[in-house]
């Protein structure tokens, strides 16, 4: 059992940056897998990011959504059991809640499908203006 808690959202214009954050309790932070999703009014929860090797962390091991590719990073803290995502060149279209999800029997690879996560955050809004 892990409770997950999102972070950082705001307000923001087009071309400005945000660092979400995804605090983990509960149980140890490296026993579970975790991902970054977003679901934008009236759509589908889609994936945001996830590593590609969550125990064997390393730039460029990162899964990410082509829409954000080259914008968005995801990052963690293994000593404050937090998961990142840094935002920038922020674009109308990045307007959604965003989620964090945490799953401990997909072991050391992530999913980029929804439904292999068991544990999510509450959300956290980010509205982008033109």
């Known amino acids: 059992q892990v409770q997950l808690v999102e972070s950082g959202g705001g307000l923001v214009q087009a071309g400005d940056s945000l660092r979400l954050s995804c605090a983990a309790s509960?149980?140890?932070?490296?026993?579970?897998?975790m991902a970054w999703f977003r679901q934008a009014p009236g759509k589908e929860r889609e994936f945001v990011a996830t590593p590609t090797n969550w125990t064997n962390w390393s730039s460029g091991t990162a899964i990410y959504a082509d829409s954000v590719k080259g914008r968005f990073t995801i990052s963690r803290d293994n000593a404050k059991n937090t998961l990142y995502l840094q935002m920038n060149s922020l674009k109308p279209e990045d307007t959604a809640v965003y989620y964090c999800?945490?799953?401990?029997?997909?072991?050391?690879?992530?999913?980029?499908?929804?439904?292999?996560?068991?544990?999510w955050g509450q959300g956290t809004q980010v509205t982008v203006s033109s």
């Open positions: 999800a945490a799953d401990k029997n997909l072991r050391t690879t992530g999913s980029t499908w929804p439904g292999a996560y068991n544990y």
């Open positions: 509960g149980r140890a932070f490296s026993s579970y897998v």
